[in-house]
């Protein structure tokens, strides 16, 4: 799951250098990551992952790194 979002941010969403050396607890907002990534990134999720991630839990702390990001989607429910 880890590496779908890390893939589709760095080809998608964000401009890294080096994309292999940035952590899953670094800080995607200081990367980079904006309110209109944000929203692509869920709805990519959602599609790839068979999720629904509310609208009310989107905050920093859910979208902050890759373990936050990932552990967000493993809590949502799945969609039917």
């Avoid at 899953?24 to 990551?33: K, Q, R, T």
Wanted: negative net charge; glycine residues 4%; hydrophobic residues 45%.
């Amino acid at each position: 799951m880890k590496e779908k979002l890390k893939a589709f941010i760095f080809s998608e969403l964000i401009y890294h250098e080096d994309p292999a050396a940035f952590g899953d607890d670094d800080d995607l907002l200081e990367a980079g990551l904006d309110s209109m990534g944000i929203m692509r990134l869920i709805m990519f999720a959602e599609k790839e992952f068979g999720v629904t991630l509310p609208d009310t839990e989107i905050e920093p702390d859910n979208v902050q790194s890759l373990n936050a990001l990932e552990n967000w989607i493993k809590q949502a429910p799945q969609t039917a």
